[in-house]
């Protein structure tokens, strides 16, 4: 198994265990503005550079939600 199919098994199971503890997906939020801002930090911690590259991300995120509610898919 490669390094990003256990990231996409570790991914998979965090989501699994929030879903256990809260049941209701409306709040999810809190976990998923939680896992940004974690990532933020990696992105920014050590190369300040980053926090640009990681805005063109979120926008990225935001076009990827966008499209979400219009096709009805990822």
Known sequence: ??????????????????????SNPRTWHS???YLLGQLEDEATTGNPSYRETF???????QDAI?????????
């Open 1 to 22: 198994m490669s390094r990003e199919d256990e990231l996409r098994e570790t991914l998979k199971q965090a989501a699994k265990e929030i879903a256990l503890t809260q």
């Open 66 to 74: 966008r499209n979400r509610f219009r096709t009805g898919g990822w």
């Open 31 to 33: 976990w998923v503005v």
């Open 55 to 61: 805005s063109e991300m979120l926008a990225a995120l």
